[in-house]
């Protein structure tokens, strides 16, 4: 069980409030954004703009460190009853540093690269992890990054010591042939990992000579045994699936041979394993 943001459901995402709450449902590992600062400091966020959950605005990079941990990362959070508790409960927007001290070193980080400039992105959060090295907090060997951005991931495979996410282009190509023709399109080798949505909204293209066509498909169904079979050809693949939210989407990633399920709520998911787990076949 990953905690999406650190459990964006359940608390302000990316935060140390976030984590400590993953950390007492007892997850399996962190899922956090980062963007880097204006000064080189790689901190947790997610959106374009720090108004979308803060109560700053602009973006990341237009700011220092020291100004971005001063905002209120809570700011936009709502409870169940539409409420905003951390406005009058400040939790702070953590740096990179602050978040892989407060995760245990035994459990696994994966890094969501956010920026849209990964040579400033990438060399700082390199900076970090080599800080944090040589104060004998071993990072790399527990961190593995990913990107909807194939530039953050290229730039990071320059670090011979990080372990990458497969590219979503790649994960998507092959997931889409499979569900479309039965064939397994260039199986990933052992040892890789790939993460993409059990369902979501797709548009399927249709080239003419004077145009296209084009038909949304809601909420498709991006998995099945048989795109799972080509996942793992080969030993060690290890599929997230992303967007588990219920017992029956939880049920249909075990079913499909995922090594592990990305969810927005912790809290909810975990009764939801533990409950799958005690339940008589």
Request: hydrophobic share 35%; charged share 25%; net charge positive.
């Amino acid at each position: 069980m990953i905690a999406h943001r650190a459990g964006t459901a359940d608390f302000p995402e990316n935060t140390v409030r976030a984590i400590d709450g993953a950390l007492a449902n007892k997850v399996d590992m962190m899922w956090l954004s980062v963007q880097v600062s204006r000064d080189g400091v790689p901190v947790l966020y997610r959106p374009a703009d720090l108004s979308a959950l803060t109560d700053g605005t602009g973006k990341v990079a237009d700011h220092d460190a020291a100004s971005l941990t001063r905002l209120n990362a809570g700011y936009q959070f709502k409870d169940a009853s539409g409420g905003y508790p951390y406005r009058t409960h400040p939790t702070p927007l953590p740096t990179l540093e602050e978040a892989l001290r407060r995760i245990p070193q035994h459990m696994g980080v994966l890094l969501d690269m956010k920026s849209a400039d990964p040579q400033a992105l990438v060399p700082a959060i390199a900076k970090t992890m080599d800080a944090l090295e040589g104060q004998g907090r071993r990072q790399w060997q527990r961190v593995r990054f990913y990107s909807t951005e194939k530039p953050n991931l290229d730039a990071m495979a320059s670090y011979p010591q990080a372990r990458l996410f497969e590219d979503r282009d790649t994960t998507r190509t092959r997931l889409v042939t499979s569900r479309l023709t039965g064939d397994c399109l260039n199986a990933p080798r052992s040892g890789t990992w790939a993460a993409f949505e059990l369902r979501r909204d797709v548009t399927v293209t249709e080239k003419f000579t004077l145009g296209e066509g084009r038909s949304p498909v809601k909420q498709a169904l991006m998995w099945d045994r048989a795109a799972s079979a080509c996942f793992h050809t080969r030993s060690l693949v290890r599929t997230v699936l992303i967007g588990i939210e219920t017992k029956d989407d939880y049920t249909a990633a075990k079913n499909l041979d995922a090594y592990a399920v990305l969810t927005d709520s912790p809290q909810r998911m975990m009764k939801i394993k533990n409950e799958t787990a005690t339940t008589p076949r």
